[in-house]
């Protein structure tokens, strides 16, 4: 195991070393895996389908200087700041596409419990505590290479999260503060002894960490990954260039996490398509988003579409007949 430490809590630097890192992973430049452990000044990460407009107050987060960013995985928008830790894990991906949440929050969620939290995994992607969830997980793949990053509520500022988010009904009720508390909580308040997030991070990082090497970032490493950052990550085109007006628009919420497709259609034809929602992509979602443009909105057609781009093995937990249902009637 590599340690890098990012030195920086900076949310669109640190995605940026995530990516570089992984290119670098990727090439066996770094031979890997690589860990991170970091901070963010307060920040709401998107995950990389959804829709900022729906899922972020984005009025209050301006005017409380939040920064909002886009991850490069899927799932669900997260509020963090430095109450709270964030954990990356970057790896060669040995079975290209495949999501495996499992391989990597079980020794996040055997370090807790070995300091006392009894927390355990659900069944998608987050770790709880007593029905409350401290941590939430995602992943993404490029090449063969695999980030997996989660968070780590530590004494993250609730209220905050709660300003800052407009999650929809179905995640968070809309009967404020007490309904979060009810979901969320703070692993600082499950320890048997107080610590301070800096601690805490000690602590994690002597259990997550076996027959570690630590790799100092250049500066070449850190321009590398500052120009990934301003030019991916920080740009308006990531962050907000898809959110477009379109005529049809189905959701559904599944297993697999909640997916809406928007879609224009010309000529009986789909002209234009998106999907956006918490799922997780097993692939890259612009094959299927081209096989659909041009494909006649006709269910046989449609069909036909999704199997060509093998659209059952792209999303996690998410079939085909359930695709099917935030396309067409």
């Not at 389908?49 to 987060?61: D, G, W």
């Not at 300091?115 to 939430?136: F, H, Q």
């Not at 991916?232 to 628009?249: A, D, R, T």
Request: net charge negative; with cysteine; aromatic share 10%.
């Amino acid at each position: 195991m590599i340690y890098v430490e990012t030195g920086s809590t900076d949310a669109y630097f640190n995605f940026g070393l995530e990516q570089y890192l992984m290119e670098r992973v990727d090439a066996g430049v770094i031979p890997g895996p690589v860990l991170l452990f970091w901070q963010t000044k307060p920040t709401l990460m998107v995950g990389r389908f959804q829709n900022i407009h729906k899922e972020v107050n984005e009025r209050y987060a301006k005017s409380k200087g939040i920064q909002i960013v886009r991850r490069a995985s899927g799932g669900g928008t997260i509020y963090t700041d430095m109450g709270g830790w964030q954990f990356s894990h970057i790896t060669r991906n040995v079975n290209f596409d495949e999501i495996d949440f499992a391989e990597y929050t079980k020794n996040v969620t055997a370090a807790l419990c070995a300091m006392g939290v009894n927390a355990y995994a659900n069944g998608r992607n987050d770790i709880l505590v007593d029905g409350k969830k401290i941590s939430g997980n995602a992943q993404y793949v490029m090449r063969k290479g695999k980030v997996h990053h989660g968070s780590l509520l530590f004494q993250t500022d609730i209220n905050e999260m709660v300003a800052a988010l407009t999650p929809s009904k179905d995640k968070i009720t809309s009967k404020g503060i007490d309904s979060v508390r009810q979901r969320v909580g703070n692993i600082a308040d499950y320890l048997k002894t107080d610590m301070t997030p800096g601690q805490f991070k000690e602590e994690m990082l002597g259990r997550l960490l076996q027959n570690v090497q630590v790799y100092k970032l250049t500066e070449q490493d850190r321009e590398a990954a500052q120009k990934i950052a301003e030019e991916k990550f920080g740009s308006w085109e990531w962050n907000y260039g898809s959110q477009l007006v379109f005529e049809v628009v189905r959701e559904r919420k599944f297993a697999g996490g909640k997916m809406e497709c928007c879609l224009n259609i010309k000529d009986g034809k789909i002209d234009r398509c998106i999907f956006y929602g918490d799922f997780f992509c097993q692939g890259d979602i612009d094959v299927l988003i081209d096989r659909l443009v041009g494909t006649d909105y006709h269910e046989s057609a449609i069909r036909s579409a999704l199997r060509e781009a093998r659209a059952d093995q792209m999303f996690h937990m998410i079939s085909e007949d359930e695709i099917m249902e935030c396309i067409i009637l």
